[in-house]
């Protein structure tokens, strides 16, 4: 599969497209939660509401990025594993995960107690900036991606 | 126009953006951060007008909440964009997709200041009017990314 679309001249730019559309809704989605745990920007909303409208959003964007990202990476086959954009890329996005799952087990466990609050507890902020600037890596390092391979081409 | 186009490759900043690998990536990376925080508002304040999302809030609340991040959006762009714009005037001036993106955003960027924003900002409850503006809104927007995407998807 991975040889058939790398002999295309279409997929590339239609995959990297279609993940650049999934990052625009993921991440511009997620940005104005973690705004929101920082007291930026829909700051009058409920924190639990804007979590719960925006998070479908953000999956969904995510997932397309998955699909596409994977993709991308197949075909690309052994160039990306040594590339080391790659794998900070792969770390960011484990950190971020790993930050939401932290997130979500503790401070927001007690949502109700600050729910209301313009803002969050310190450590929901430190949740919200950690996740910005893991998104920018993540952005930043997919960016880098792109010019080491044409680097290497 | 010519001239402009080899003013702009020849200036210190734009031989500074060139001189080595990392420059002109690190600027374009600032350009999508500042694409983000601008398209992820817009679509944001859309989806309540749609009644998509945060159904609760008024949708002018909401408005004026995303307001002021549009703006740093924009900043970030306007900042950035001529910076990439001028490294590489001759091949920007000549693409197709970067033209039409310059068209479309200039008609975004009037109408959402002008009238989108002003429409939500004041709006009391969703009506017609509101949500074929948040349409309008919407599909302009998705013009501008898709024509800047193309600039250098389609240069290949």
């Given at each position: 599969?991975?040889?058939?679309?790398?002999?295309?001249?279409?997929?590339?730019?239609?995959?990297?497209?279609?993940?650049?559309?999934?990052?625009?809704?993921?991440?511009?989605?997620?940005v104005f939660w973690?705004?929101?745990?920082?007291?930026?920007?829909?700051?009058?909303?409920?924190?639990s509401q804007v979590g719960k409208s925006l998070l479908p959003w953000t999956w969904s964007g995510f997932g397309v990025m998955f699909v596409?990202?994977?993709?991308?990476v197949v075909m690309e086959a052994g160039r990306l594993y040594f590339n080391i954009f790659f794998r900070f890329k792969v770390a960011f996005l484990i950190l971020?995960?790993?930050?939401?799952?932290?997130?979500?087990?503790?401070?927001?466990?007690?949502?109700?107690?600050?729910?209301?609050?313009?803002?969050?507890?310190?450590?929901?902020?430190?949740?919200?900036?950690?996740?910005?600037?893991?998104?920018?890596?993540?952005l930043a390092m997919g960016r880098a991606i792109g010019y080491s391979l044409?680097?290497?081409a | 126009m010519t001239d402009f186009l080899t003013w702009c490759q020849s200036t210190a900043l734009s031989q500074w953006v060139l001189s080595a690998k990392w420059q002109y990536?690190?600027?374009e990376i600032f350009h999508i951060a500042g694409l983000v925080l601008v398209f992820g508002s817009i679509l944001v304040l859309n989806l309540r007008i749609f009644g998509r999302i945060l159904r609760q809030q008024p949708v002018s609340e909401v408005a004026a909440g995303l307001s002021p991040l549009t703006l740093t959006g924009v900043i970030a762009q306007f900042v950035s964009g001529p910076v990439l714009f001028m490294a590489t005037a001759k091949h920007f001036y000549e693409s197709v997709p970067f033209r039409v993106?310059?068209?479309?955003?200039?008609?975004?960027?009037?109408?959402?200041?002008?009238?989108?924003?002003?429409?939500?900002?004041?709006?009391q409850a969703v009506d017609r009017a509101l949500r074929i503006s948040a349409a309008a809104s919407m599909l302009l927007w998705i013009g501008v990314v898709l024509?800047?995407?193309?600039?250098?998807?389609l240069a290949g």
């Open positions: 599969m991975s040889l058939a679309m790398r002999e295309s001249n279409y997929w590339f730019p239609a995959l990297n497209l279609i993940h650049l559309l999934g990052l625009l809704v993921a991440a511009g989605t997620i973690d705004l929101r745990l920082l007291g930026i920007g829909l700051r009058r909303a409920p924190v596409s990202g994977s993709l991308l971020a995960g790993l930050n939401v799952l932290v997130f979500h087990f503790t401070v927001y466990r007690r949502v109700d107690a600050w729910d209301l609050a313009p803002k969050a507890p310190l450590q929901a902020r430190l949740a919200g900036g950690l996740s910005l600037l893991l998104w920018f890596g993540i044409d680097y290497a | 990536p690190t600027v993106k310059l068209l479309l955003l200039a008609v975004a960027l009037v109408y959402h200041f002008g009238v989108h924003r002003s429409l939500a900002m004041k709006a024509a800047g995407l193309g600039i250098e998807l």
